[in-house]
């Protein structure tokens, strides 16, 4: 039996130095609940530390909580990439890691939290995050693969950071799951205005460094649980799955 998901897959947490501190796990959780989702995603830049917390948070509440992580190319193109198993995550972090290099300044850049459910800090990242890994486009994708995850090219409408701003198109190689569109535009608009993304699955998350802007636009799915594997059968319209904006 097939059920529908709301999903807003590309949020936030405090760990990102862009983001507002009041992003903690139990404020997270609950403005989605508040906004009627079904499942969020954490997609912090090149870390995964704060997704455990939020996972938490979501068994207490009663909310989906997928484990992500938005990679910055050494192109300097966003790919947001998304997990079932925690140890998969773990490989990929393990990965990022090996890649990115430069120390955090906060005052230039922001607070980096660890925090845990309660949004209590715990640590503090020292890396810099929003800085860019060494790791191709190419790489980023198949490496997700490996590991048995999703890859998503995110905000592909917006000016920066994205596959269209960085590289001028979508490589047709590329074996990229789905394209995001942000909220600056709806899926329709965002097609009309790049023919070039109408051949790929397109999603639309809400990017949320802000608690309002949780929910603010999400996409929905049918599957039998809000999982990744499920979303990934959606987004290839297999077994009657299916994707809607
Ligand atoms: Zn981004
Ligand atoms: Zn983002």
Redesign the pocket.
Known sequence: MLEMFRADL?LHTCLSPCADETMVPLAIVREAKKKGLDVVGICD?NSTRNVKAVRRAGQREGLSVIGGV?I?TAEEV?ILALFDQQSDLDKMQQLIDQNLGGENNPELFGEQYVCDENGLIVGREMQLLIGATELRVEDVVANIHNFGGLAIA??VD?ER??LISQLGFVPERLQIDALEVSPLHSVSQAADQLPQIRNYPLVSFS?AHQLEEIGRVFTTFTGVSPSVRELGKALGGKDGREVMN
């Open positions: 590309h830049h938005e910055t966003h995110s905000h917006r950071f994205s990017d």
